[in-house]
C-alpha cells in the first residue's frame, strides 16, 4: 500500500515536471494559507536596510601592568554593544610602550554587562561565562602583539572590555569585533 501511493506521487510529479515539454500550458495552482495567528495591519517600511554585519572596536591608550586574576585592577576600556549580533569574530592587537619589552601578554576578558555577572566580578573576582583573549608580546625590538581571530558565539546584548598586561611596561590595546547575525 506504502509503494503504490509513493508510486503515485511520483508518477503525478513527473506529469507536471514534463507538461511544458509536452507542449501543455501550466495549470493554474491555488494556494491556501495557514489561517493569520498574528495580523499586521498599516503598512510595514525599513527606511535603512537591516544590518548584518558590523565593525566595532575600543581601544586604550596606556594598559598598565596588571594579572589577569586581579580582577579589581584590570582596566575597564569599554562596553561592546552586540544586541542583535549572534556572533563575533575578535582580535586584539596593540604595542608596547617601550624600546625594549620584555616578554608577556596583553589580554581582554569580556564579562556580560548583566547585573548579576556584574557584581560576582566586582564582588568575588569571577568572570562567568566570560569571553577572553590574549595575544603574546613579540620579543622584537617593535613589541607588538596581536591574537588569532576566533569566531564566538554571542549570549548577552552587551559585554563589559577588560585589558591586563603581564609585561613589565605599559601597553597600547585595540579590540575588534566584526559583529555578524
Known amino acids: ?10 508518477l503525478a510529479v513527473s506529469c507536471i515536471s514534463f507538461a511544458p515539454l509536452l507542449g ?25 536596510p537591516a544590518t548584518n554585519t558590523e565593525l566595532v572596536w575600543i581601544s586604550e591608550d596606556v594598559v598598565t601592568p596588571v594579572a589577569p586574576e586581579s580582577t579589581a585592577n584590570l582596566v575597564l576600556a569599554g562596553i561592546l554593544e552586540a544586541h542583535g549580533f549572534r556572533s563575533a569574530i575578535l582580535s586584539l592587537a596593540g604595542q608596547v610602550k617601550s ?20 557584581r560576582i566580578f566586582e564582588e568575588d573576582g569571577e568572570a562567568l561565562l566570560s ?43 585595540i579590540l575588534y569585533a566584526y559583529l555578524a547575525n
Open 1 to 10: 500500500m506504502r509503494h503504490r501511493k509513493l508510486a503515485t506521487v511520483i
Open 99 to 118: 624600546n625594549y619589552p620584555s616578554s608577556g601578554t596583553v589580554g581582554a576578558l569580556l564579562v556580560p554587562n548583566v547585573p548579576f555577572f556584574r
Open 24 to 48: 501543455e500550458e501550466p495549470e493554474a495552482v491555488r494556494v491556501v494559507n495557514f489561517p493569520d495567528i498574528q495580523s499586521v495591519t498599516g503598512t510595514v517600511e525599513m527606511k535603512t
Open 131 to 173: 569571553l577572553r583573549l590574549e595575544g603574546a608580546i613579540s620579543a622584537n625590538r617593535s613589541g607588538t602583539f596581536s591574537t588569532s581571530m576566533p569566531r564566538l558565539d554571542l549570549a548577552f546584548p552587551s559585554y563589559r572590555v577588560y585589558f591586563y598586561n603581564t609585561a613589565d611596561q605599559p601597553s597600547s590595546a
